[in-house]
Structures are given as structure tokens and as C-alpha cells.
Nanobody, 127 residues
Framework: QVQLVESGGGLVQTGGSLRLSCESSGRTFSNGVMGWFRQAPGKERESVAAIRWSGGNTGYHDSVRGRFTISGNNAKNAVYLQMDSLKPEDTAIYYC????????????????????WGQGTQVTVSS
């Protein structure tokens, strides 16, 4: 059974930092893509950041570029999201996602590049 298990969410004040972790078990995504999505109450799910293993390409949503950093350990099928300078508008449930196929660069932030999803971890930023 394929599982993505997230950890590291929590409550933090504006300007603070959190580090999310996600590890995969049951399948390797070493030739594909891993990333993070988020969904705030009443809003649609949006892509936050992604990393394509082949070539090490990364992508970010405009609202987090310069504040969040995605990294990973291909050998461990793990991906991380370092979130700095957090804002109240970053409050959401954050989902780890992975895709077994290597997407083209223009599609690596699309939800359609991902076929496996974690259960989500809550991130709350207080003002």
C-alpha cells in the first residue's frame, strides 16, 4: 500500500517558521515529481511547491517564492518544505503529493502531475 505521511504542521506566529516533512512508503517516485499543495477554508486547493527529481527542477507559487524552500531526499522518497516569514494567509491544510511519471516542466505544478496524496497537516499562522 502506497502512503505519503506528512509531519511538521502546527501553530506559529506571523513571521515564524515551520518545516514540513513527507515520506513515502510502498512506492518509489525517484523518476517523477513530489510536491506540496494547500487548501484554506472556502478556497480551492493550490500548488505551493514542487520538485522534479530528474534535473532537480523546482517550482513555487508566486505567493511563497522567496519565503518557502522545497527540498528532498530521493533515496528516502522524502520531500521537505521549509516555510519562513509565514503570514496569516499561509494558514491552510498542507498536502504532500507525488507523481510516478516525470512531468514536463510546464506541468510540474499541476495537480494532474500527481497521483498519490497524503492526508494533510494543518498549518496555522496567527496574526
Amino acid at each position: 500500500q502506497v502512503q505519503l505521511v506528512e509531519s511538521g504542521g502546527g501553530l506559529v506566529q506571523t513571521g515564524g517558521s515551520l518545516r514540513l516533512s513527507c515520506e513515502s512508503s510502498g512506492r518509489t517516485f525517484s523518476n517523477g515529481v513530489m510536491g506540496w499543495f494547500r487548501q484554506a477554508p472556502g478556497k480551492e486547493r493550490e500548488s505551493v511547491a514542487a520538485i522534479r527529481w530528474s534535473g532537480g527542477n523546482t517550482g513555487y507559487h508566486d505567493s511563497v517564492r522567496g519565503r518557502f524552500t522545497i527540498s528532498g531526499n530521493n533515496a528516502k522518497n522524502a520531500v521537505y518544505l521549509q516555510m519562513d516569514s509565514l503570514k496569516p494567509e499561509d494558514t491552510a491544510i498542507y498536502y504532500c503529493a507525488a507523481g510516478i511519471k516525470r512531468p514536463i516542466l510546464s506541468n510540474m505544478m499541476s495537480q494532474y502531475a500527481f497521483d498519490t496524496w497524503g492526508q494533510g497537516t494543518q498549518v496555522t499562522v496567527s496574526s
